[in-house]
């Protein structure tokens, strides 16, 4: 009893507020699919999927049609009609799935003992806790993806439940931006441009209220040498006067509004360390935006170009600068050298 007793002393000493709450939707949903059971729970998540993806395709249709005759903005009319097709969707089937379909479902279905009505409404759990999921991760996403409070941000991110869950849903950032993204200006979970790539990034925001984060550089360098450690790679040799050069980027990036390995100057990664007298044979750059340093990370690693800089087996020394811009998120500059 006391082991059991430490071991949950231990674990909720671990959470926080976000975590609490993801805790309580979850428990709402799984009631409230007891309470209705299985069919009901699964049309619930089958419309809940379909509404969003609904919202998605036809956004921009109804986001033209904002424009055009109340003449607002392309990026609230985006948003906005996220929401109207969403909502569309939602009579739509709330009339045809939930009062046609289900109805059929439960014309010629009866329970007739009581172990089937008990078995009926405990697997209208499972349908209602994949509700759940999909709308925490939904919300949490929204909530690192966007410039909101600085306060919400790093609630998220200190939370267990809540961090986890946006690292294992990160396609939702994408898309959330997609939609929301012009209406306020920025936002994205993970946000890159290719290593080899000339390609340069409107980022629509500007901002001078930024600070060097020491630590997630050093969290940042670690993890890359974890990285080549699993493949039997030689670690990489910490530069602080690569890290001197990727905080500088970093900080332009954000004082200018763009997102480039080049400068607005056309001044390459390359260039930029030779400004800085550093020599070298081989280099290269990564760069990312990201909420915190686990996602920069995972965002590196799922992407080739950038996979193989940091498993790159000419460099041995790496500078990361990471500069927090607030409610803008992270920006990481990895520089490597031979």
Not at 158 to 178: E, H, M, Y
Not at 258 to 271: A, M, Q
């Amino acid at each position: 009893m006391e082991n059991l007793n430490s071991f949950l002393v231990q674990l909720l000493s671990g959470l926080n507020w976000v975590d609490v709450a993801v805790v309580l939707i979850f428990l709402f949903y799984a009631v409230e699919g007891y309470a209705v059971g299985f069919f009901a729970a699964l049309t619930d998540l089958i419309g809940f999927i379909t509404v969003f993806f609904i919202g998605l395709v036809f956004y921009v249709f109804f986001g033209r049609i904002l424009v055009q005759t109340i003449s607002i903005s392309p990026g609230f009319a985006n948003a906005i009609g996220f929401f109207i097709a969403a909502f569309v969707a939602e009579i739509i089937l709330g009339v045809v799935v939930k009062k046609i379909v289900f109805a059929k479902m439960l014309k010629n279905f009866s329970l007739e003992t009581d172990f089937e009505k008990y078995l009926y409404s405990f697997l209208g759990i499972i349908p209602a806790v994949f509700s759940a999921f999909i709308l925490v991760s939904f919300i949490l996403t929204m909530i690192l993806s966007l410039p909101l409070s600085g306060f919400l941000k790093k609630s998220v991110t200190d939370s267990r439940l809540g961090s986890k869950t946006v690292i294992d849903t990160q396609g939702f950032a994408k898309q959330i931006n997609s939609v929301f993204g012009g209406a306020v200006n920025e936002g994205i979970a993970f946000f890159t441009v290719e290593p080899k790539s000339n390609e340069s990034v409107n980022l629509n925001f500007k901002t001078n209220q930024f600070s060097a984060d020491k630590a997630a550089e050093t969290k940042m360098l670690n993890m890359v040498n974890e990285e080549r450690e699993k493949r039997g790679l030689g670690k990489l040799v910490s530069s602080q006067s690569l890290t001197q050069v990727g905080r500088r980027h970093c900080e332009d990036m954000f004082k200018r509004g763009y997102f480039s390995h080049y400068t607005p100057e056309g001044l390459s990664p390359f260039d930029r360390m030779a400004q800085a007298d550093i020599s070298f044979e081989y280099a290269g750059e990564n760069l990312a935006l990201a909420p915190n340093t686990d996602l920069a990370m995972q965002g590196f690693m799922e992407s080739p170009g950038h996979k193989a800089n940091i498993l790159g087996e000419n460099f041995a020394k790496l500078g990361v600068g990471a500069i927090d811009g607030g409610i803008y998120g992270e920006m990481f500059c990895q520089e490597f050298t031979d």
